[in-house]
C-alpha cells in the first residue's frame, strides 16, 4: 500500500457507498448469485449484468477463475466500476487463504488500471463460500496493507456487526 492509503472500516450496505469501484464477491459465472454478488446485481441494473455476459462471450467463457479480478460498469450503483472478484471456498485446513490475498492483490491492480482512487470491499468469501471471519479479516487487512496501489482510500464495508467486530479488532493490532 502506497503512505497514502487509508483504510477504513464502515457497517452497512455495499451498495449505498459513493466510490470510485465497489468490489464484488462474485462467482465464478459472472452472471449474479446470491448475497454481495445478488445485492450488486439487483442495485446496480441490468448494465452491470449485460457486461458480466460480454466478458463471458468473449474472454472468459469458463468463467472468471478464483483469486482473479475483472471490470464492468457500475450501472445504477454511485460508483464508476464493480470489480467483481471470485473468492475460494473454506474447506477447512486444505483452504489456501493466498488464493483470498489475490481476491484484494488483483482488485487493486484492476483498479489501478481503471484510475480509480477509492475502493469498496466487502468481506471476501465470508458468506455462503464460508471463511472464517476472523482470518478473513487478518487476511484482508495485511493483503491491502502490504500491496502497492495508487488507491488513495480502501473501504471494508461489513454488513453486520459480527463481521464489523473482527475486522476492528485486527484493524486494532495492526496500528
Known amino acids: ?25 462474485a462467482n465464478s459465472s459472472l452472471l449474479g448469485g446470491g448475497g454481495v454478488d445478488g445485492a450488486i446485481h439487483r442495485r446496480g441494473g441490468p448494465e ?6 460480454a466478458l463471458r462471450a468473449s474472454q472468459y467463457g469458463r468463467g472468471l477463475a ?15 466500476w ?13 483452504s489456501d487463504p493466498a488464493l483470498l490475498a489475490s ?33 478473513a479479516a487478518r487476511i484482508a487487512l495485511e493483503t491491502v496493507r502490504d500491496t502497492e496501489t495508487a488507491v488513495t482510500e480502501v473501504r471494508f464495508v461489513l454488513f453486520d456487526e459480527r463481521a464489523f467486530a ?6 486494532g493490532r495492526l496500528r
Open 1 to 25: 500500500m502506497s503512505a497514502a492509503t487509508a483504510i477504513e472500516l464502515v457497517q452497512g450496505d455495499i451498495t449505498r457507498q459513493s466510490v470510485d469501484a465497489i468490489v464484488n464477491a
Open 48 to 53: 452491470i449484468l449485460a457486461e458480466c455476459r
Open 66 to 80: 478464483t483469486g482473479q479480478a475483472v471490470a464492468t460498469t457500475a450501472g445504477e450503483l454511485d460508483a464508476r
Open 82 to 94: 464493480v470489480i467483481h472478484t471470485v473468492g475460494p471456498v473454506y474447506q477447512g485446513a486444505g
Open 103 to 135: 481476491c484484494y492483490r488483483e482488485s487493486l491492480r484492476v483498479a489501478d488500471e481503471l484510475g480509480a482512487r477509492t475502493v469498496a470491499f466487502p468481506a471476501i468469501s465470508t458468506g455462503v463460500y464460508r471463511w472464517p471471519m476472523e482470518d
Open 166 to 171: 473482527a475486522f476492528a479488532a485486527y484493524a
